[in-house]
Each structure stands twice: as C-alpha cells, then as structure tokens.
Nanobody
Framework: QVQLVESGGGLVQAGGSLRLSCTAS????????IGWFRQAPGKEREFVVF????????YYASTVKGRFAVSRDNGENTVFLQMNNLKAEDTAVYYC????????????????WGQGTQVTVSS
C-alpha cells in the first residue's frame, strides 16, 4: 500500500502557475492509478484529474481542462500537476489519492490520501 505526500502549493496571483507534486512511498506505486482532488472551505472534495499507472489514460474535470496538465515519473514515484492560468476559484486544498475501485471521479473510489497542500489564488 502506498503512502502519499503532496507538495508545491502556495500563494499565487490570478493568471499565474504552480506545479504540485504527489510523492509516494511503497513498491506498488508504478502500478497505481492516481487522482487529484481539491476541497475548498465549506465544500465537498471535488475531482480534478485522474492518471492511470502507465500515463496512457488521463481524465480532467471540465473546470480545469486546458489549464491543468497531469504527468507522472514512476522512476521517481511522483505524479505532477501543472496548473496554469490559475483563477480565484481554484483556491483549495489539493489532495492526491491512490485509486482503488469504482468511478474515478468519486473520492470514495480512492484508498489512500495525502495530507494535502494549500493553493491560494489571489484575484
């Protein structure tokens, strides 16, 4: 079972960019599908993007498609989330999760989560 740690969050102005990292420990990372979710204050955890273990399949939420890009380096046990043209509504705590079963867009389909990294976009 993998353990996940997110990093790379911070404060950025609207229109700016950030790159988040999700680093895993555990030998099974290279065969683990990963999802990114985010949670704003007072809101439910929201799907952002999914990447399968081989990077052959990626799925984006419509709210971030064209602005965010996910990639992974299995040799480094890391999944990256490049976020461009950030908007105030992207402000949230961002979490990565290890996919287990079910619909990739639902947080209940993920087995393990990191502690999250805060992204704040000022307008």
């Amino acid at each position: 079972q993998v353990q996940l740690v997110e990093s790379g969050g911070g404060l950025v102005q609207a229109g700016g960019s950030l790159r988040l990292s999700c680093t895993a420990s555990g030998r099974s990372f290279s065969t683990t599908d990963i999802g990114w979710f985010r949670q704003a204050p007072g809101k439910e955890r929201e799907f952002v993007v999914f990447i399968d273990w081989s990077s052959a399949a990626t799925y984006y939420a419509s709210t971030v498609k064209g602005r965010f890009a996910v990639s992974r380096d299995n040799g480094e046990n890391t999944v990256f989330l490049q976020m461009n043209n950030l908007k105030a509504e992207d402000t949230a705590v961002y979490y990565c999760g290890s996919y287990y079963s079910g619909l990739y867009g639902l947080s209940g389909s993920y087995r393990t989560w990191g502690q999250g990294t805060q992204v704040t976009v000022s307008s």
